[in-house]
């Protein structure tokens, strides 16, 4: 997570005295989107996984497989999860939350 982070753009902002760096996307937003990226991916798939593509004004992080649900069930659906062993080793170790819990947005 640490080398995704080094290579997203930053701004920098003063306040008062002070120059401040802020990071384009705080860390416990990518620890989500990477988290997100693992657990859902499609491990039938062979020869693909993850990728994760930095643009100037964006972050893409894309996986293997398709969505569980239809978009416009997304929002109101129960949380699944392909990989649900998975799921829970890594909220074990603390790289992610409760399914379904995301983040505040």
Not at 7 to 24: A, F, G, H, Q, T
Not at 46 to 75: A, C, M, Q, W, Y
Request: net charge neutral; charged share 30%.
């Amino acid at each position: 997570m640490e080398i995704l982070d080094n290579e997203l753009p930053s701004n920098e902002i003063i306040k008062d005295v002070i120059r401040k760096e802020v990071r384009m996307y705080p860390k416990i937003a990518l620890r989500e989107f990477l988290a997100n990226a693992l657990i859902h991916q499609d491990f039938w798939i062979s020869g693909t996984s993850p990728v994760v593509e930095i643009f100037p004004k964006r972050l893409e992080i894309t996986n293997p497989g398709s969505l569980l649900v239809s978009l416009d069930k997304l929002i109101n659906c129960t949380p699944r999860s392909r990989n649900e062993s998975l799921a829970r080793l890594m909220r074990r170790m603390g790289f992610c939350e409760e399914r379904g819990s995301g983040i505040d947005r």
